[in-house]
């Protein structure tokens, strides 16, 4: 439940022709240190890849835990996509809105983001196609610190 389907540096890197190989039509994108980092800076170059997408076709929509609505309001016009803001993942309520939006089957749709527990389980628990990217910059408190140490002890033990 917690093994990601694939894994990338960041979220730039993956590419529509990976998508498509993989039967994707449609992306949920995470926020917060998937597509800007903690200082809200938006990652180089994520206007042109969300652009690259929609020119394949592939439909995209957020879907962020967070509860600050004029923050993802923002990203969101920026690369002019719907947006789902308090999506409560890994819970399965954010994502079924994300997918009413999308229109496509589970199967056929991308989760993107940075967490374990939240991106990826939630895309599991979905069975759609789980996508872990590592976070665009460092916690900043102990707990997300902390956070961050149990994510990796997972992950190598799934790679095993
Ligand atoms: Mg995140």
């Known amino acids: 439940m ?3 389907k694939a894994q990338f540096d960041k979220v730039t890197d993956i590419t529509a022709k990976f998508l498509k190989q993989n039967d994707i039509n ?7 240190n998937t ?4 200082d809200r800076k938006p990652l180089e170059n ?6 690259s997408l929609k020119s394949e076709d592939i439909k995209i929509c957020i879907s962020s835990n967070s509860i600050k609505k004029k ?6 016009s920026i690369l002019d996509v719907p947006f789902i803001y308090f999506s409560t993942k890994p819970l399965k309520r954010g994502l079924k809105k994300a997918k009413k939006i999308l229109q ?9 983001g940075d967490q374990l527990f939240t991106d990826v389980l939630g895309a599991n628990r979905m069975k759609m196609f789980s996508i872990l990217t590592k976070p665009i910059s460092e916690e900043k408190t102990k ?8 994510e990796q002890i997972y992950l190598k033990k799934i790679s095993k």
Not at 26 to 32: F, M, S
Not at 35 to 38: A, E, F, K, R, V
Not at 46 to 51: A, G, R, S, Y
Not at 106 to 112: L, S, V
Request: glycine letters at 2%; charged letters at 35%; aromatic letters at 2%.
């Open 46 to 51: 994520i206007e042109k890849w969300v652009d």
């Open 35 to 38: 597509l800007i980092d903690l």
């Open 143 to 150: 707990l997300g610190a902390l956070k961050r140490r149990i």
């Open 26 to 32: 449609a992306v949920i994108l995470d926020v917060d």
């Open 71 to 76: 923050k993802i309001t923002k990203i969101a």
């Open 104 to 112: 496509e089957k589970n199967e056929n749709i991308a989760e993107i």
């Open 2 to 4: 917690l093994k990601p």
